[in-house]
């Protein structure tokens, strides 16, 4: 099928099982999928700078679905989620004007590749290791007892956490939702810019970097922290959706095609989550990046190098 | 949160057979959303896209979120229906 907005040919089977996998992981990992589904479609001749737009709106109509679900599992901070909106909202400005500097100099595709690659490899490797140590910390007898969802979440880095929260960075806030007592509003934005301006930049809800960021630099426990950057991302993806599509960076086609599989894939991925605990959901995630920055080497190979 | 009730071997696979039956279903539904619905919007969105990018943009978000949605919402039903036809 040929998509004449960003003139892409793409069977749209695949699309639909590209949407339908994005969607579970996006459900059970709470990230969206981007690092999987950016990558995928920049390696089937989607240009990069539709790829980063088109990926950011596919994830408005994911998120929603997915973060519903874990809404009524009771997962979602809604007072962390109202102070990262504005945090990622800034960061998405930036993330759409530094897109729009690479189009005009004609290096979208290697520039976002290679940054998302570095990106991709960085975090996979982060994360395999922090999780795998934290699986190594052994239950209580009482944690023994418990189902997953029960256990209190077992970071290695907590105390890293801890001295975040800590660090005087504007005003301060308490979380209870979280288990948090107090943590400095700055470092709540900062992190959520950080956030934003990756989204915008790379495609998708950036929750690769995000959902780790809340995990091991604020402390949120990983339930919460899936659920709470799913709701967060429904509104600051918005917004970069529509400073991407007035700047011709989407085709809706492709997104709503690759939506119709995520909507029952998210459906299935936020309802596994009730089975593992915090370091298996991380463990598990771990590899996947390293999938998308493989497919993003494949397409900068094969024909989209120096564009 | 409440931990989840631990099920039996005949439950599960009650619920698998429900799970597949309703993607079976829902793949049917999508197959003719594809050809009834999105050929048609590809000439339109096209046209907005090169002609009226502000409209282009705010279209495009609430037609992502009512497809969210109403897909949702027809998995819902579909799954729904399928396990009350069983129980």
């Known amino acids: 099928m040929h998509f004449p907005i960003s003139g892409a040919t793409i069977d749209p089977i695949y699309l639909v099982s590209l949407g339908f996998i994005v969607g579970i992981l996006g459900g059970f990992f709470g990230v969206g999928g981007s690092f999987l589904a950016g990558p995928a479609l920049f390696a089937f001749g989607v240009p990069m700078n539709f790829v980063v737009g088109t990926d950011l709106i596919h994830i408005v109509g994911k998120s929603i679905v997915a973060a519903r679900k874990h809404w009524s599992q009771g997962n979602v901070d809604l007072r962390l989620a109202a102070i990262m909106v504005i945090g990622t909202i800034a960061g998405v400005q930036v993330g759409v004007e530094g897109i729009e500097a690479l189009k005009k100099i004609g290096r979208v595709d290697l520039v976002v590749g290679v940054i998302a690659i570095v990106v991709y490899i960085c975090i996979s490797i982060f994360v395999a290791f922090e999780s795998w140590q934290s699986l190594k910390i052994p239950l209580t007898k009482k944690e023994r007892t418990q189902s997953p969802m029960a256990r209190k979440d077992k970071l290695f880095f907590a105390r890293f956490a801890q001295w975040i929260q800590r660090l005087p960075l504007g005003p301060k806030v308490a979380l209870p939702f979280s288990g948090i007592k107090s943590i400095s509003v700055g470092a709540i934005l900062l992190v959520s810019f950080v956030g934003g301006a990756f989204s915008s930049f790379l495609g998708g809800g950036a929750g690769y970097i995000r959902m780790p960021s809340m995990v091991y630099l604020l402390g949120i426990p990983t339930h919460i922290a899936v659920g709470t950057d799913l709701f967060e991302i429904v509104v600051s993806a918005s917004i970069g959706s529509y400073e991407h599509a007035v700047k011709g960076n989407v085709d809706l086609l492709i997104a709503l095609i690759m939506q119709t599989g995520a909507a029952v894939g998210a459906q299935i991925g936020a309802t596994l989550t009730q089975y593992f605990r915090g370091p298996w959901i991380r463990l598990a995630f771990a590899p996947l990046p390293l999938i998308g920055a493989g497919l993003i080497v494949y397409g900068l190979l094969t024909g989209h190098h120096g564009k | ?87």
């Open chain 2, 1 to 87: 949160m409440a931990n989840p009730l631990p099920k039996n071997s005949s439950e599960e696979a009650r619920d698998l057979r429900s799970s597949l039956l309703h993607l079976t279903v829902y793949s049917v539904l999508l197959l003719s959303y594809f050809f009834l619905v999105l050929r048609f919007l590809s000439k339109w969105l096209t046209d907005l896209f090169h002609h009226h990018r502000v409209e282009y943009a705010i279209a495009a978000i609430l037609i992502m979120i009512v497809q969210a949605v109403v897909l949702e919402t027809i998995s819902y039903w579909i799954l729904k229906l399928i396990r009350g036809k069983r129980s």
